[in-house]
């Protein structure tokens, strides 16, 4: 079946919206704010791994028809644990917590009256939430409708409102970039990229794409994939506006505010140019845009582990998802960020490698050596870099020291290029050896 171009736009529209959390709508104008002048050089390394890797992300997946077949490239044991790493992190362990608890910490505890219960305020907000996003992930039939239809258009009315609004009325001085962003601002704004969380998203929101077009009885794989490319263009440009647009606020009042955090740096701008309302409309964008990346992972999450158990309905798994979310949400962002950073830093690269060889896949999948060569070091070396931060690993730690950019932590990129070029010149050199064989034994 063909869909119409309003079918179309919905898709895009839902895909953008599954993407875009409180992580993209906090760190592109604390980017902007960090980087000053030097925001164009650090936008672009950041919409390498917050835009384009993604979006690959999104294909690779549907090309293969699921993360888990995509990790079996490397082998079984390897697509196990790692699927399971993802979903679990990405999902009740780390990142649907945190899309829950970002915008009450950040846009909701500031306006509490004065001896408030935060815990207590926490609770009734985080419940609500919760249990929206549980009714609207029950029926996955019709996330289009509600997320297209609604809540994106929504999310993207309220922050052209915002954008719009500081070019006409905004304080703007831009001040000179972080120590960080001065020595390095491409290399950083790559690594910020990672905060989103969405090249490991886009491991699961694939499966969702592939279930929505299912839906709309699309069920030719040559036109899904044409329909998933063409989503992912489409919502990768809308995410892309954003970021240009929220980084440009933040390089804009970079000179005009403390430096502390995305969310301190929105909040003071939406008090600016609203006064008081500013706490509602903070409040409004950032619960839609968490609201819509929690329903997205509840329901590519429960889908995915209906495949793996059949004890489980997908009904079972979306309550028990939500509620193991809502419990470790009412534990406070600053415990979930502390564990974020080194999963992030352990398991993106890993994430990076696999959908870059995925998209690949047409030029490798004669060559068995590729992928677990590649994905095996970059997991290697990624898992001491995060462990090191921790506890120093010493052996482990010197030699891994030695690798070309480690100290910033790209040591992975070096190990990946040089694991892909053994593993590409490997069988050359078996047939080589095997005919040097041969003729010695003549």
Same mark, same amino acid.
């Given at each position: 079946?063909?869909?119409?171009?309003?079918?179309?736009?919905?898709?895009? $529209?839902?895909? $953008?919206?599954?993407?875009?959390?409180?992580?993209?709508?906090?760190?592109? %104008?604390?980017?902007?704010?960090?980087?000053? +002048?030097?925001? =164009?050089?650090?936008?672009?390394?950041?919409?390498?791994?917050?835009?384009?890797?993604?979006?690959? &992300?999104?294909?690779?997946v549907?090309?293969?028809?699921?993360?888990?077949?995509?990790?079996?490239?490397?082998?079984?044991?390897?697509?196990?644990v790692?699927?399971?790493?993802?979903?679990?992190?990405?999902?009740?362990g780390?990142?649907i917590?945190?899309?829950?608890s970002?915008?009450?910490?950040?846009?909701i505890? =500031?306006?509490?009256?004065?001896?408030?219960?935060?815990s207590?305020?926490?609770?009734?907000?985080?419940?609500?939430?919760?249990?929206? +996003?549980?009714?609207?992930?029950?029926?996955?039939n019709?996330?289009?409708?509600?997320?297209?239809?609604?809540?994106?258009?929504?999310?993207l009315?309220l922050?052209?409102?915002?954008?719009?609004?500081?070019?006409?009325?905004?304080?703007?001085?831009?001040?000179?970039?972080? %120590?960080?962003?001065a020595?390095?601002?491409f290399?950083?704004?790559?690594l910020?990229?990672?905060n989103?969380?969405?090249a490991?998203?886009?491991l *699961?929101?694939g499966?969702?794409?592939?279930?929505?077009?299912?839906?709309?009885?699309?069920?030719?794989?040559?036109?899904?994939?044409?329909?998933?490319?063409?989503?992912?263009?489409?919502a990768?440009?809308?995410?892309?506006?954003?970021?240009?647009?929220?980084?440009?606020?933040?390089?804009? #009042?970079?000179?005009?505010y403390?430096l502390?955090?995305?969310?301190?740096?929105?909040?003071?701008? @939406?008090?600016?140019l609203?006064? *008081?309302?500013g706490?509602?409309?903070?409040?409004?964008?950032?619960t839609?845009?968490?609201? @819509?990346?929690?329903?997205?992972?509840?329901? #590519?999450?429960s889908?995915f582990?209906?495949?793996?158990?059949?004890?489980?309905s997908?009904?079972?798994l979306?309550?028990?998802?939500?509620g $193991?979310?809502?419990?470790?949400? *009412?534990?406070?962002?600053?415990?979930?960020?502390?564990?974020?950073? %080194?999963?992030?830093?352990?398991?993106?690269? @890993?994430?990076?490698?696999?959908?870059?060889? &995925?998209?690949?896949?047409?030029?490798?999948?004669?060559? #068995?050596?590729?992928?677990?060569?590649?994905?095996?070091?970059? #997991?290697?070396?990624?898992?001491v870099? +995060? +462990?090191?931060?921790?506890?120093?690993?010493? $052996?482990?730690?010197?030699?891994?020291?030695?690798?070309?950019?480690?100290?910033?932590?790209? &040591?992975?990129?070096?190990v990946?290029?040089a694991?892909?070029?053994?593993?590409?010149?490997?069988?050359?050199?078996?047939?080589?050896?095997?005919k040097?064989?041969?003729a010695t034994?003549c």
């Open positions: 079946m063909k869909l119409s171009k309003k079918e179309m736009l919905l898709v895009s $529209f839902m895909l $953008f919206s599954l993407f875009f959390g409180a992580g993209n709508l906090i760190f592109p %104008p604390f980017l902007g704010q960090s980087a000053g +002048a030097q925001t =164009p050089v650090a936008l672009a390394g950041f919409l390498i791994t917050a835009v384009v890797l993604p979006v690959l &992300g999104v294909i690779a549907a090309e293969f028809n699921g993360m888990d077949k995509l990790a079996g490239r490397v082998n079984k044991y390897f697509a196990l790692f699927t399971l790493l993802i979903y679990l992190s990405i999902g009740p780390l990142g917590p945190r899309a829950a970002v915008p009450f910490e950040m846009a505890a =500031p306006y509490l009256p004065d001896q408030s219960s935060f207590l305020y926490m609770l009734a907000y985080s419940s609500v939430f919760f249990a929206t +996003a549980c009714w609207l992930a029950l029926t996955p019709k996330l289009i409708t509600r997320i297209g239809k609604v809540l994106t258009p929504s999310l009315t922050l052209a409102v915002l954008f719009f609004s500081f070019l006409m009325n905004g304080n703007a001085e831009v001040a000179a970039p972080q %120590p960080a962003y020595e390095g601002a290399v950083t704004g790559f910020e990229g990672y989103t969380m969405d490991i998203a886009a *699961n929101f499966l969702v794409i592939a279930t929505t077009l299912k839906a709309l009885n699309v069920t030719d794989k040559s036109a899904m994939m044409n329909y998933t490319v063409r989503a992912g263009i489409a990768g440009s809308v995410l892309t506006l954003i970021y240009a647009a929220l980084s440009y606020l933040g390089m804009q #009042s970079s000179a005009v403390e502390e955090n995305g969310a301190w740096t929105l909040r003071c701008i @939406t008090h600016q609203f006064g *008081n309302t706490a509602v409309f903070l409040a409004s964008t950032f839609l845009a968490c609201l @819509t990346t929690c329903v997205g992972l509840i329901t #590519s999450i889908q582990f209906t495949t793996l158990t059949h004890r489980l997908y009904r079972q979306v309550l028990g998802i939500s $193991f979310s809502f419990v470790v949400c *009412n534990q406070g962002l600053n415990t979930i960020l502390s564990i974020s950073v %080194p999963v992030l830093n352990a398991i993106y690269p @890993t994430a990076i490698v696999l959908i870059l060889l &995925g998209i690949c896949d047409k030029w490798l999948k004669n060559n #068995s050596y590729v992928y677990p060569l590649v994905v095996w070091s970059v #997991s290697a070396v990624s898992v870099y +995060a +462990a090191d931060a921790i506890v120093p690993l010493g $052996f482990l730690s010197e030699v891994c020291n030695h690798l070309p950019f480690y100290s910033i932590g790209m &040591g992975w990129v070096t990946a290029v694991m892909l070029a053994l593993s590409l010149a490997f069988p050359k050199l078996l047939v080589k050896a095997e040097e064989e041969e034994s």
